[in-house]
């Protein structure tokens, strides 16, 4: 099995009133992958996909390779993602939160309720089986900021039977290519 990538991915989908995705937002702290060290910050509205970083070419590779598979996505258009070439400032602490900052576009995700690991043994991402495992920590709010303007919707949160949110950090994070076994007759 081997390590595609070691970091962070702190995550935010925000609901409108009747249940529907307002927005989404990847948070990445990548500490090594197989496209080097970096970060960056991918976004999905109604008007389409962005994709805040330093390294392009590794904030293409983080939205194309995971965050367009992830199930807070599945189902929504995605289109040819806008690449803006911009610093990525993050503060990110596990007793608080995060705050990230990209260009005109600002991520916050705080109050944490719980913190625990979880192992996906097959994470599909297109077609590609992988091992996920995570520290995950779902917080009880988050807010999603462009050009100024906060995005409307608020996150999901339930707190039974363990609490689960739609805002959250995931650190200690460790993707694998998955390996199965060969079949032979």
């Known amino acids: ?3 595609r ?7 935010l989908t925000l609901f409108d009133a009747a249940g529907e995705r307002t927005a989404f937002a990847s948070v990445w702290r990548v500490d090594w992958s197989e496209r080097g060290p970096g970060q960056a910050v991918v976004v999905w509205q109604a008007g389409g996909v962005r994709i805040l970083t ?3 070419e590794l904030g293409s590779w983080l939205a ?3 965050t367009r598979h992830f199930p807070e996505v599945a189902g929504l258009p ?3 993602p806008e690449v803006t070439h ?3 400032s993050l503060d990110y602490d596990l007793a608080r939160g995060v705050r990230a900052q990209a260009a005109d576009v600002v991520v916050e995700i705080d109050e944490p309720l719980d913190r625990r690991l979880i192992r996906v043994p097959e994470f599909d991402l297109g077609g590609t089986p992988n091992l996920l495992s995570t520290v995950y920590v779902p917080c009880a709010s988050g807010r999603l900021t462009v050009g100024g303007v906060a995005v409307a919707g608020s996150p999901q949160v339930t707190r039974e039977p363990t609490a689960s949110s739609s ?3 995931a650190d200690a994070e460790v993707w694998c290519r998955a390996t199965r076994p060969v079949l032979t007759s």
Not at 5 to 11: E, K, T, V
Request: no cysteine.
């Open 64 to 66: 194309d390779e995971f």
């Open 86 to 88: 911009a610093a990525v």
């Open 54 to 56: 330093p390294r392009p």
């Open 1 to 3: 099995m081997s390590v």
């Open 5 to 11: 990538l070691i970091g962070a991915n702190p995550g």
């Open 78 to 80: 995605w289109g040819t």
């Open 167 to 169: 805002a959250f950090l």
